[in-house]
C-alpha cells in the first residue's frame, strides 16, 4: 500500500541529512585495509592507519613502495598493466596475491578508480587456507550453490513466492537474524514486503518507514555502490590518512579521499545509532535497481558482529539480480495484462454506447461503466460549452481548480491525487469527505477532461517506530538524533482515497481514447455534413448559371463576338468553380476514410489513348509536344479502378502542360517483371520540360491548400489540392506517387501502382497503339451515333410529357426552357415532394406522366421520401433523381429510394437528355 502524505517532519531535518558528507568520511571499518595509489606514478599518497600492523610492513617501507610492487606474481601484474583501466571501472573484486616479508599470501583485494583519480585497493584478511590451489573447490561450492538457489527460483508460481525465497536464499547463505525486501512508494517511503527471520523475532511485514531514513545522498550512493556491509556498528573506526610526501601535482587533490565506491568506508554515526537503537549490531544491504533506479533493497539484520566474505557479497548482490530480472518479468506480465484489461475497457465503453442518443448521454446515463470500471464514487465530462457528470461529484470550486491544473498537462495525459489538499481550497469538501481525483486530457483547444472521484475515508498506515520524534528532538546546528523506539506506531489518516492503481490509470487513458475517437467522429461527421450542404449550395444556383449562359452562348451570332467572350468566360470559370468545389470534397472522402476504391477491368491500350486525348487539346494551343511512350511487354487488360487512374493521370498530364511554355511532355508507362500473385506493378511517368521545382516547393506540392511556386500557381491558376488528392489515391489503389525535379530542366512525376493481371500475353506496342486508336475510333464513332439516335429519339418523343419537382425558381425556368426547346416536351411545375404526389396520382386519372424530375432537397417533403412513398403506392413510372448531391453515396440512396437515374447539377444537356432517353426506352 502506498502512504498518501509524508509525516509532517520538518525540511531542517531533510536537509540536515542530504548534508552529511558520507562519501568523503575520512574512516573505513576496521576488520580490512585501504591504500589509494595515484594514476600513473603508482605511487601511494593514501593508507588507513592499520595498514603497517595489518600487512605487516613498517610506515618507511609502506610509502617508498609503488602499486607494481605490491602485486607479486608476474602474470597478474603484466594482466593489470594491459587492462587496469577497464577492470577498475567495472569495480570488480579480483582475489589476487601480495607478497609480504617474502611471503606468498592471498588476500582479498577489491580495486576501483575512485571519482577524483585514485586507484584504491581494499584489502581483506587472508582465508585460512593462503595457497591458490584451495580456492578453486571452493569457488566451485560456491558456485553450485548459487546455481541451486537460481534453478529453485526458476518456476515458482507467483512474483511474491519468487520474493520469499530470494530472501530465504539470502538468509541460509548469511545466516542473518533476518532478511527482508524493502520497497520505494512514489514519495520515497519505504515498506516492508518480505521478513524472512528467526522466530522468535518479531514480524516487520507491512511496517512503513519514512524516507527520512535514508537520506537523498546515500540513496545515491545505494545506486552506485550496490553491496554495502557494517560488519560492526559498535566498532571503532580507522582513519584514513594522506602520505606526506607527494608531487606539487597531487598537491591540488582534495584533502579528502572520494571513498563513494569503497566497500571498506565507514558508516554514518546517525546511521548506527539508528541501527544500534532497533538492536541491530550488523548489517548488509543490497540495492535492486530498475531502470537505473532504486526500486528497493535486500536488508539484512544480525545481532552480533558478523562478516561475510566477498564470495557470499557476491551472491547476494546474484540474487539482487535475480530479483531485478523477476521484477522486470512481473512489470511485463502485468503490462501485457493491463494492455488486454485496457482494450476490454475499451470495448465494454464501446459496447454500451450504440443508441441513437448522443454518445454523452448514453455514456453518463450507465453508472456501472464510467464508475464501476475505475471503482469510483463520480465523474464529469468538462467541455468549454458544458459538463456531464454521474454520481457524486464535488462542488464546482473543486472542479474548476482541478482544471486549472490540467490547463498545462499533455494530451491523453493523467493527473491523480488522493487529496484534495493539494488544489490549496480553503474549506473542506464533505460532499466526498475529502477524497481524491483522477484526470485525463482528452484535448487542450477547446479544454475537454474527464474527472474521477472517489470518496474519502480513514486509513490506518503501520510505521516501524514513531517517525514524529526525529523532529521533536530536532534543533538546527546539531546532530541529527534518530529516533530510540521502533515499536509499531499507528496512523490515522483522515480524508484520502484508496490510491489509484496503474489499471485505473490504463482504464481511464482508454476511456479517454474512446472519447477522442469520438469527438474525432463527430467532428468528421460535422464537416461531412458542411461540405455536403455547401456542395448543395453551390451547385444549385451553378445550375441557373451554367445553364442560363449555355442558353445564351447557343443564341448568339458569330458577330457578337464580345458577348460570346464573355459568356465563355463564364462557363469557363464556372466550371472551374465546380473543379475546385470536386477536389475539396474528395480530400473530405478521403480524410474521413469514406473514399471507395472499384476494381474493375481496363482495356489499357484503350484507357491510355483516351486519356492522352482528353489533354491533346490543350498541348496543341501550347504548340508542345505531346508524347506517349509504351513497354512493349504491357499487359492487355489490368483490374483497377479506371475512374480514380484516369483522375490521378489527367491531374499529372494537365499539370504538366499547365506550367511547360515549350517543348514537350511525356508519358512513359512500364511494367515490372511478372509477380507470382497474379498481379502487375504499373508505372506512368509523366515528364516535361517546363521551368522545373525547387527542392523546398518539392516538399510543399503534397500539402493540402498549399502551392509549390505562389507566383506560378497564381499565374496558371488551381488550388493546391490536385496533387494531394492524387497521392492518397494513389495510395489507397495500393500504389505511390513520387517526384522530381531539377530548376530549369524540368519535372519528373512517378505514379506506381499494384493492378491485378487479367490477360497473361503481352501486346505488341505497335498493335497496342493502332487497337488503342482503332478502339477511340469507334467509341468515338459509336458516341456519335449514339447522340444522333438520341436525337432521333427525342424527336420521337417529342409529345413527352415530364414532371419537374424543383424547389428554385431559376432552376424550374431553366429545365422547362431546355425540356421544351430541345425536346418540345410538355413540361408540369411544383415546388416540393408532396406536390410531386399529389400530381403524379392526379395524372394517373387522364394523361400520366412519362418522366418525374425529383429533385431531393426540398421544402415539407424532400424528393427521395416522395420516391419512396410513391413506390409504395404501386406507381412505376419512371423518376430520375435531379440533385446538387453528386457522391457515389448520394447515388446509392437515389436508386435504394427507387429511382431510375441520378443526374447531378449543374445540369448538363447531353447527361439529363441520355437519362430521359433511357428510362423511355
Known sequence: MEIPALINIPDEVFVTCNQEPIHIPGEIQPHGVLLAFSIPEGRLVYASTNA??????????????????????????????????????????????????????????????????NLILEIEPPLENEYAESIIPENMAESFRLKRVLLSIENLPSFQAAMEKIASNVRSITRYDRVMIYRFDHLGHGEVIVDDRREDLESYLGLHYPASDIPEQARKLFLRNRVRQIVDVASKQVRVVRLPHHSEKEDSRSEALDMSLCYLRSASPVHCLYLSNMQVRSTLAVSV????????????HHGTPKYLSPEMRYQCDTLAHVLSLAIQSEERRQHEQDVL????????????????RSWQEELFSDDSVLLGLLDAAGAIYVTEERRHSVGKVPSMQTVDRICEQLRNVGLQDLRKAESFCDLNIPEFDSSLDGGGYLAVVIAQSPATYLIWFRKGQSQIVNWGGDPRKVADSFQVGQ???????????????????????KQDELRAKAIGLFISVKKVEDANRLKSQFLTNMSHEIRTPMTAILGYADILLDQLTEESSAAREATETILRNGNHLLSILNDILDLAKIESGKLLIQHEEIPLALFITETINLVSINASKKKIDLRTLLAPNLPTRILSDPVRLKQILLNLLSNAIKFTDSGSVTLRVDVDSPRIDDSDVISFTVTDTGPGISEENLDRLFRPFVQGDGALSRKQGGTGLGLVISRHLAESMSGSLKATSTIGVGSQFVATFKVGRVAESPLDVGLQKREGLKQSSQTIEAKESNLQSQQARSQEHSAVRILVAEDGLDNQRLIEWLLKKRMSATVTLVENGLKAIEAVIASELAEPYQVVLMDVQMPEMDGLTAVKLLREKGYEVPIIALTAHASEHDRALSVEAGCNAHVTKPIKWDELNQAIAAVLN
Open 52 to 117: 603497517p600492523s595489518f600487512l605487516g610492513v613498517d610506515w618507511n617501507n609502506l610509502v617508498r613502495l609503488r602499486l607494481h610492487d605490491w602485486l607479486g606474481v608476474n602474470e597478474i601484474r603484466e594482466h593489470l598493466d594491459d587492462e587496469l583501466v577497464s577492470l577498475l571501472r567495472d569495480s570488480a573484486t579480483h582475489r589476487l596475491p601480495l607478497k609480504f616479508s617474502g611471503r606468498l599470501r592471498f588476500f582479498a583485494v577489491e580495486a576501483h578508480l575512485s571519482d577524483d583519480g
Open 289 to 300: 535497481v530498475l531502470d537505473n533506479k532504486l526500486w528497493g533493497m535486500i536488508i539484512c
Open 341 to 356: 484489461d485496457s482494450q476490454a475497457c475499451y470495448q465494454r465503453v464501446e459496447s454500451v454506447v450504440r443508441s441513437r
Open 479 to 501: 546532530q541529527l538524533v534518530p529516533r530510540a523506539s521502533f515499536e509499531k506506531w499507528k496512523q490515522e489518516i483522515v480524508g484520502w482515497c484508496v490510491p489509484w492503481t
